[in-house]
């Protein structure tokens, strides 16, 4: 088992930030480094009116955190907001340790558990995309990648890094993300032609979606106590109190201070999220941020265009507590949330529940092609929906209805003995 790298977590108090929420940034990225396989020796935090250009903190800290880190035997410094390249070849220059920020992190750790292959050209595009702009002066190092925490990832394959080179690669890798993006239109649209319902589970990372899914599907998605566990999506059946039949999707967790390469690279994962009937925010109830948390969670939707889609908040963890009242105060603190835990099974048919019924009334247009001996399905259609056009030929009946998902989903039962021409768009 090789040796744990001491990682020193630096922060920066600026007048505009409480000092608890600085210090709970700090924890999460103690999280982030254990993750990554690290050990937390030690954190500095500087209170300053503003970042300097040359250091991001005082020079004079990051000569006491050098010192500091020789005599503790630290390996390397993670800080807890981005750096530019030259803050940090300075820092490197003063403390004699590698320096990287909280993106970097990051990105080193979704290098780890991408499983897939389009996971690991995501992450890639991402790394290399942060990497173009920390070039300069540092060719020798990032020929040599693979040496620990911040430098996993495309350095494995041996890249020659230079600019034209990385750039070369990128686009390569933005044409394979795009076939990908294609590929899933496609799946998305096969999904439509079943007459499913589609849910997603958003929320911020750890709060414990993976649970959520297999209490809700048995699925045997990977959990574990750690943030960015999954990130590969994973979508499955499950069947609600009313027998309507949904598919259900994971998300990659989100998290405070998301890098925007990440965003941008899973634009072809988020994109699920996008086409969902349903998303379930998926909140850890015992956190004492949760507040803060699903700010964090909205502010995304937000970023992706995904403000007014339709949403369930879903209070997780609830067995951390005693007392019913506790869990009932959170609930008046979030309007229409389902508490649950996942892990323990508790509240989980409330949420199949609650699910159907924001789900009620969720219409899909279909264009369907039946012969005259099912004209019993176009009864249906009429009793049931809206019927917008039907075109008559010598053994079919071309129609055109809006109907809700749950007829659409007897629709195309009776029609699977006998499949037919069935087009879904969800409305």
């Known amino acids: 088992?090789?040796?744990?790298?001491?990682?020193?977590l630096v922060g920066l108090h600026l007048p505009q930030t409480k000092l608890y929420s600085i210090e709970d940034s700090l924890e999460e990225l103690?999280?982030?480094?254990?993750?990554?396989?690290?050990?937390?020796?030690?954190?500095?935090?500087?209170?300053r009116d503003k970042p300097t250009p040359a250091y991001y903190i005082g020079k004079g800290r990051a000569e006491?955190?050098?010192?500091?880190?020789?005599?503790?035997?630290?390996?390397?410094?993670?800080?807890?907001?981005?750096?530019?390249?030259?803050?940090?070849?300075?820092l490197e220059k003063i403390i004699q340790r590698r320096v990287i920020d909280r993106t970097g992190l990051i990105l080193d750790i979704f290098a780890q558990h991408a499983h897939t292959k389009e996971g690991q050209l995501q992450v890639e595009l991402a790394q290399l995309?942060?990497?173009?702009?920390?070039?300069?002066?540092?060719?020798?190092?990032?020929?040599?990648?693979?040496?620990?925490?911040?430098?996993?990832?495309?350095?494995?394959?041996?890249?020659?890094?230079?600019?034209?080179?990385?750039?070369?690669?990128?686009?390569?890798?933005?044409?394979?993300?795009?076939?990908?993006?294609?590929?899933r239109k496609r799946h998305r649209f096969q999904r439509q032609a079943t007459t499913m319902p589609v849910i997603a589970l958003v929320g911020y990372t750890n709060a414990g979606k993976s649970t959520l899914m297999n209490a809700l599907t048995r699925a045997g998605v990977l959990v574990e106590d750690k943030l960015f566990a999954t990130l590969d999506p994973t979508t499955r059946r499950m069947t609600l109190p009313?027998?309507?039949?949904?598919?259900?999707?994971?998300?990659?967790?989100?998290?405070?201070k998301l890098p925007y390469q990440v965003v941008e690279a899973f634009k072809a994962t988020l994109e699920e999220i996008a086409d969902a009937d349903l998303l379930l925010h998926v909140i850890d109830a015992s956190h004492f941020e949760m507040s803060e948390q699903i700010a964090t969670v909205q502010a995304i939707l937000k970023e992706l265009g995904l403000a007014d889609k339709a949403c369930l908040p879903v209070l997780n963890k609830i067995d951390r507590f005693k007392h019913g009242n506790t869990?009932?105060?959170?609930?008046?603190?979030?309007p229409n949330a389902c508490s649950i835990s996942a892990l323990r099974d508790m509240?989980?048919?409330?949420?199949?529940?609650?699910?159907?019924?924001?789900?009620?009334?969720?219409?899909?247009?279909?264009?369907?092609?039946?012969?005259y001996a099912q004209s019993n399905l176009l009864a249906l259609m009429h009793q049931k929906g809206h019927v917008f056009k039907i075109e008559y030929t010598s053994d079919h009946m071309l129609v055109e209805a809006r109907v809700d998902y749950l007829t659409a989903g007897v629709i195309y039962r009776q029609l699977e003995e006998k499949p037919q021409e069935v087009l879904v768009e969800a409305g």
């Open 1 to 8: 088992m090789s040796k744990k790298e001491r990682v020193v």
């Open 30 to 47: 103690s999280q982030l480094v254990k993750t990554a396989g690290g050990e937390d020796a030690g954190r500095f935090i500087q209170q």
């Open 64 to 90: 006491e955190i050098g010192r500091w880190c020789g005599a503790q035997n630290v390996d390397l410094v993670v800080f807890d907001d981005d750096l530019s390249p030259s803050q940090q070849r300075n």
């Open 129 to 183: 995309n942060y990497m173009l702009p920390h070039l300069t002066g540092k060719g020798v190092e990032l020929s040599q990648l693979g040496a620990g925490i911040g430098t996993r990832g495309p350095g494995e394959t041996k890249l020659e890094v230079d600019r034209r080179k990385i750039k070369n690669r990128i686009a390569i890798i933005s044409r394979k993300l795009e076939q990908v993006r294609h590929q």
């Open 242 to 256: 009313n027998g309507q039949v949904v598919l259900i999707s994971d998300t990659v967790g989100f998290i405070r």
């Open 327 to 334: 869990v009932n105060c959170l609930v008046q603190r979030v």
């Open 347 to 371: 509240g989980i048919e409330q949420l199949k529940q609650k699910i159907a019924e924001q789900l009620h009334g969720l219409e899909s247009t279909l264009h369907i092609s039946l012969s």
